[in-house]
């Protein structure tokens, strides 16, 4: 039998952008500022997402330690919340729409490996969350989904495939359990 071979892993051709200097300014300004309580502002958080290459929309609110892997591959607009502990793994790029809540300890996970491979490849893929998506508690968004305009994912469930707009999903891996009736 194959076994996995950690050592042949490579992640070529994998480029996370941004030169070596920006990449490790951010590494110390992401763990001073974003991921500890110190700095509870939003304002200064947007401020620094923007200066390292993030869109950022307006009325955009960013608790406490957030954890962003590179700010210059995320895209958020209007009125959309990052909630205490949120961890935006973005190898590549994640677009998050407007007036979106992401709750506390969320994880956007746009990597994964390939557990057939003896070299355990990278996967990547791109996370879109339209407008209006609210993501429960502890959930875990995977590499390529989109969650459809005004989908929720529930509390502790787990995001593999996309989600249809204005339906809730539940589970692990998470399914469609009902509609979402807004009043």
Request: overall charge positive; proline content about 3%.
């Amino acid at each position: 039998m194959q076994q996995i071979n950690l050592a042949s892993y490579n992640n070529y051709p994998y480029q996370p952008g941004g030169n070596p200097i920006k990449r490790i300014l951010w590494f110390y300004v992401n763990a001073l500022i974003f991921k500890t309580s110190l700095f509870p502002f939003s304002g200064i958080k947007v401020t620094l997402l923007r200066t390292f290459g993030a869109s950022i929309g307006q009325n955009v609110v960013i608790r406490h330690r957030v954890n962003i892997k590179y700010p210059w591959l995320l895209k958020v607009g209007d009125n959309t919340w990052l909630g205490d502990g949120v961890w935006i793994d973005n190898l590549v790029m994640v677009t998050i729409g407007s007036n979106v809540c992401i709750s506390q300890a969320t994880i956007l996970q746009t990597g994964s490996h390939n557990y057939k491979k003896t070299s355990f490849n990278l996967i990547i893929g791109n996370i879109v969350l339209e407008d209006g998506v609210w993501i429960g508690c502890g959930a875990i968004v995977t590499q390529g989904v989109v969650a459809a305009s005004h989908s929720v994912l529930s509390t502790g469930s787990v995001a593999t495939k996309n989600m249809d707009a204005y339906f809730i999903y539940q589970g692990n891996p998470a399914v469609k359990v009902r509609k979402r009736e807004i009043l």
